[in-house]
Nanobody, 124 residues
Framework: QLQAWGGGVVHPGGSLRLSCAASGLTFDNYALGWFRQAPGKERERVSCISSSGSRSYYADSVKGRFTVSRDNAKNTAYLQMNFLKPEDTAVYYC???????????????????WGQGTLVTVSS
């Protein structure tokens, strides 16, 4: 019910925009998060956005470089990633929380649907 895409290979300093489209759920009822997992590392919470889009939060590692947004009319969320670094290399996932507010510290039990993941590789 969530599908993520937009990953690819980019040089350091480059940009990518990830998209996450929802189907079969009332998209604007739920906060949405972006997550990533690099090889051999634990999953990291990257960003979240509230159901209305009015609030968003970012992990310190991406703050100032990544921007999350959503278009509820299109049932789609986005993660604009600028000034990419090699350490941003990971599989990126989107997922919705079953609440409207955005909180990167919210328990995983509130996560519902996951997108399939899209690989971002930052390499020279």
């Amino acid at each position: 019910q969530l599908q993520a895409w937009g990953g690819g290979v980019v040089h350091p300093g480059g940009s990518l925009r990830l998209s996450c489209a929802a189907s079969g759920l009332t998209f604007d009822n739920y906060a949405l998060g972006w997550f990533r997992q690099a090889p051999g590392k634990e999953r990291e919470r990257v960003s979240c956005i509230s159901s209305s889009g009015s609030r968003s939060y970012y992990a310190d590692s991406v703050k100032g470089r990544f921007t999350v947004s959503r278009d509820n009319a299109k049932n789609t969320a986005y993660l604009q990633m600028n000034f990419l670094k090699p350490e941003d290399t990971a599989v990126y996932y989107c997922a919705n929380w079953v609440v409207r507010f955005c909180d990167l510290n919210l328990n995983d039990n509130y996560l519902e649907h996951w997108g399939q993941g899209t690989l971002v590789t930052v390499s020279s």
